[in-house]
């Protein structure tokens, strides 16, 4: 039985990732163990959680409206006939 790094198992949980494929299928293909995996796995991802620090990126945007107010008329045209309201 081969003995693996911590650093190892990381590589092997991200080719997993990438790979596409299931833990089970994935173990089989690398004859590895998915329970050791899955516990792996989460050490792994709870490690990479709890750095503690984010990259946080500052956006500034500036947004202008523009409109024009035009006092149209409202109008309803029907068979029984045509309701005209004023814009306001």
Known sequence: MQR???D???SLVD???A???????FCQQHQLNPKYFYGRKATIVKNESQTGFMQAHVV???TMMV???QKANFSLTTSA???SLPGT
């Not at 790979?19 to 299928?25: A, N, R, T």
């Open 15 to 17: 080719k997993q990732i």
């Open 67 to 69: 409109s024009e107010h």
């Open 8 to 10: 190892d198992w990381k």
């Open 19 to 25: 790979s596409g494929l299931s833990v089970p299928k």
């Open 60 to 62: 500034t945007q500036h």
């Open 81 to 83: 006939g045509e309701l």
């Open 4 to 6: 693996r790094t911590l």
